[in-house]
């Protein structure tokens, strides 16, 4: 496989092998100069120095010639010896070093012309005596033209090594010349080769680096659909490879992210269009972020021109703006006093009430800013609500006729027929008369209570002692109690700060109370009135040791017609529920305490007379358009 | 003196006869028709000194009936009945010439009292109550918690005699009581301006116009 590695290494292989073959070249050529030189000296200086040898031996032989012709026969002979075998000598090595072509042929001429030139000198007959002018004139026509024959050869092969010498120096200079331009040229186009592979390396290098690097880039700006091309198979095209298969699976897992997040926004849209109430989702700013056709018609708007609004612009109502204030601030759910929870929308004649829920937004990080209102359409509820309250008025009403002939009757048989009647028949007259007056309470009760829920509660309020309150009340059971035997102790302080309250009400509120611990508790139970102050109130409580109040009835004890199957003589059913309007008229509240088999304890609050002008202010402004 | 006659006009057969037990039994002499237009022939026949009217009548209904008798037979005078315990419909009543009223359910006692006071003025009619025994019945009643009555009582004391501020001042109270505090105001205005020197109304006023404001302490007169 061609490694990323291995193109570096051949890259630069190459590079050093181009290198190497200059060297290499280089030493060729030098080699190949060293050697031209060493030719001329070996061819050609030795035949030179032969040459002239040989010319001075011969001028020296013709000399000692010319020595003993004039009469110097022992100077002249030793000067020919001598000559004679210097030029022998150096013929000799001239033989030995013929290298260049007509050397051999000049060798050979010189070596014949020069035997020749012995023997002529030989047959002078230099020993003998003849006389100096003949062998003058035999000297002048034999010897000396063959002297001249030897000398000129000799000349000629000094002149050829010569010529051959300049023309190897010549040759010499020529392969250096060539040596200078071939490295220029090899080294230039090497250098150039080496750059251009060079930046090619570095580009093939750095380009695939460069377009994973962009690739990324783009895919965290959530370019899912980036790929790299891949080049061949090195390092770099794996890595692309890899980059190539990592944005593929993010591209499925967001793609698969992105479908189910559209898939869940989807169907939640669908759950929020399909549900019959209203709802309309706004983020922390209050912005409305998704509303519902229904919510859209309970406010006469567009759903979709409400995108985007403040939830102020749509729903008109400062309550409910708080409320979502105060859940998306909190994170909890609003806390509603009864009723206050309700929406009133006319539209023209028709008017429309609305139950609102407020749900902050829960995720499993937390909190999420934002909120969702629900509208819940109770115009039904509150209509059958309405109906039923005048069905008991006018059930109530209705009930007053008979039940007035009734008690006109037993009333006036009572007067008149009394003395006539037996004990026992006596005992039944009263028996319907204490019922008829029971009926008339209940009715009584209902009346009240059906006014109280219209809001027409009308309240004498004046400030009044809490002691004063729980004599009034305990005077009125004292009798009944004692006669069950219980014991019923009163326990309000005397010091206690006056409250604000209508007294009427609130000993009636305690007469039930009262009345009912004794109606529960067994003869020989004890009754507690008790009295405290709480910060701004003041806590009344009943408290007897009865059977108390089972666990699934305690949170339905202040409902309407809700009655324990305990005592003698059930009440209404209602006494409870009138004594919670009653307190809460009074802007308090009621609570049971109660343990099944513990006895139970009936606690309300009275506001304090001294906040009373705070009270009535608030009680004088607040609308009851609410609920 | 002749026995007091009492008509009773009532379609509950059952209210006729114990009304007219009840009444009798204090020695007064009773009739009891079941209707109006019956009504109107017993009156037409004889003199009745007092007649117990309910308002809800099959055929000509009560009020028309007292409507009738107030002009016909000022002398007689007229209680009616209801069981239905809207102030508006007995003040009505009241303003067209009835001079008392009974709330069913009611007791013998009750009954005898109403109708014996009302027998008890010399005066018949209408006017049979003076200003100021209205004005007791209001006070009376305000002391028994009940409102409406007194509503009434006062209300009619002012139709007895407009010109004078104790009932005027007792509905400001009655008002203010009920968390109206422009009627009472209104009504308090009026007392004050029938009589400057009437000191209920002012220290009313007062209270009404302090800041803050206080429901505590009304002054009945």
Same mark, same amino acid.
């Given at each position: /496989?061609?490694?990323? *590695? !291995? =193109? ?9 092998? +181009? @290198? $190497?073959? %200059? ?65 022998? /000598?150096?013929?000799? *090595? !001239? =033989? ?9 042929? +000049? @060798? $050979?001429? %010189? ?517 | ?221």
């Amino acid at each position: /496989m061609k490694t990323l *590695r !291995a =193109k570096i290494l051949l890259g630069f292989g190459a590079s050093l092998f +181009i @290198v $190497a073959l %200059i060297l290499i070249l280089g030493i060729v050529l030098l080699l190949r100069l060293g050697r031209a030189s060493d030719a001329i000296l070996q061819e050609n200086y030795l035949s030179t120095l032969a040459a002239e040898n040989m010319i001075n031996d011969i001028e020296r032989q013709d000399s000692g010639l010319l020595l003993v012709l004039l009469n110097f026969p022992e100077l002249g002979f030793k000067e020919m010896r001598e000559s004679e075998v210097s030029f022998l /000598m150096w013929l000799g *090595r !001239a =033989k030995d070093n013929v290298t260049i072509t007509g050397e051999q042929e +000049i @060798v $050979a001429a %010189i070596e014949k012309n020069y035997t020749l030139y012995l023997q002529e000198i030989q047959q002078l007959h230099l020993g003998s005596r003849d006389d100096g002018t003949r062998l003058a004139s035999r000297y002048h026509d034999q010897v000396l033209p063959r002297f001249w024959t030897v000398r000129d050869a000799c000349l000629k092969l000094r002149n050829l090594n010569h010529e051959v010498m300049f023309a190897a120096s010549k040759r010499a200079r020529r392969i250096a010349e060539q040596a200078v331009w071939f490295i220029s040229i090899i080294g230039t186009l090497t250098i150039l080769g080496g750059i251009s592979f060079s930046v090619m390396l570095a580009q093939r290098l750095s380009r695939p680096v460069t377009e994973i690097n962009q690739a990324v880039a783009s895919l965290a700006q959530g370019n899912y659909g980036v790929q790299v091309p891949v080049q061949g198979r090195d390092e770099l095209a794996l890595l692309a490879t890899a980059f190539n298969s990592m944005a593929n699976k993010l591209k499925h897992f967001h793609e698969l992210d992105i479908d189910q997040i559209l898939a869940e926004k989807r169907k939640s849209d669908a759950i929020i269009r399909s549900v019959d109430d209203g709802l309309v989702v706004v983020d922390e700013k209050l912005i409305i972020t998704n509303m519902n056709p229904k919510a859209a018609a309970i406010f006469h708007v567009e759903a979709a021109a409400s995108l985007g609004k403040h939830i102020l612009e749509v729903v008109r109502d400062e309550t409910i703006y708080r409320s979502l204030q105060g859940a998306i601030a909190t994170g909890q759910e609003p806390h509603y006093e009864a009723d206050e929870n309700i929406l009133t929308v006319s539209q023209g004649e028709v008017v429309q009430h609305y139950q609102t829920a407020i749900l902050p937004i829960h995720s499993r990080a937390g909190v999420i800013p934002g909120a969702v209102l629900v509208l819940r359409d109770v115009t039904r509820l509150k209509e059958l609500d309405r109906l039923k309250s005048e069905f008991v008025m006018t059930a109530s009403h209705e009930l007053r006729t008979p039940l007035t002939s009734i008690g006109m009757s037993v009333s006036m048989l009572k007067e008149s027929a009394a003395a006539k009647l037996s004990e026992q028949e006596r005992q039944l007259l009263d028996i319907c008369h204490e019922e008829v007056l029971r009926l008339k309470a209940l009715v009584d009760d209902l009346l009240e209570l059906s006014k109280i829920e219209a809001g027409r509660l009308e309240l004498a309020l004046e400030p009044v002692a809490p002691a004063f309150l729980g004599q009034q009340a305990w005077m009125v059971i004292k009798t009944q109690a004692e006669a069950k035997g219980i014991a019923v102790s009163l326990e309000v302080p005397e010091n206690l700060p006056e409250v604000l309250v209508d007294p009427h009400k609130i000993v009636w509120v305690l007469v039930n109370l009262l009345a009912n611990a004794v109606r529960s508790t067994p003869a020989g139970g004890h009754i507690h009135l008790r009295g405290a102050q709480l910060g701004p109130k003041v806590h009344l409580t009943v408290q007897d040791n009865g059977p108390g109040i089972p666990w699934d009835m305690q949170s339905r004890i202040f409902d309407k017609f809700v009655r324990l199957d305990q005592g003698e003589t059930p009440g209404s059913g209602l006494g409870l529920a009138i004594s919670k309007e009653i307190v809460r008229a009074h802007r308090g509240v009621i609570w049971l305490e109660s343990e099944p088999g513990q006895g139970s304890a009936f606690t309300f609050t009275l506001p304090l007379a001294d906040q009373s002008k705070e009270i009535e202010t608030d009680g004088n402004t607040t609308s009851i358009d609410r609920g | 003196m002749a026995t007091p006659r009492v008509l009773i006009v009532d379609d509950e057969r059952n209210i006729r006869l114990t009304l007219k037990g009840a009444l009798e039994a204090i020695g007064l002499e009773a009739d009891a028709v079941f209707q109006g237009e019956e009504a109107l022939q017993k009156l037409s026949d004889s003199r009745y000194d007092a007649m117990l009217l309910d308002l809800r009548l099959p055929g000509m209904d009560g009020l028309t009936v007292l409507r009738q008798v107030t002009a016909r037979y000022p002398q007689t005078r007229v209680i009616i009945i209801t069981a239905y315990g809207t102030v508006e419909a007995i003040l009505e009543a009241m303003q067209l010439g009835a001079v008392d009223f009974l709330q069913k359910p009611f007791e013998p006692p009750e009954v005898r009292e109403i109708v014996s006071r009302a027998l008890d003025r010399p005066e018949g009619g209408p006017l049979a109550f003076s200003y100021d025994e209205y004005l007791g019945l209001a006070q009376k009643s305000i002391a028994q918690k009940k409102f409406s009555a007194a509503f009434v009582y006062a209300h009619k004391a002012i139709l007895v005699d407009p010109h004078r501020p104790e009932a005027f001042n007792i509905l400001g109270g009655l008002y203010e009581n009920r968390d109206q505090r422009k009627e009472a105001l209104t009504h308090y205005q009026v007392a004050v301006k029938i009589d400057p020197a009437y000191g209920p109304a002012q220290q009313n006023l007062r209270r009404l116009n302090t800041k803050p404001y206080t429901k505590s302490g009304i002054v009945w007169g």
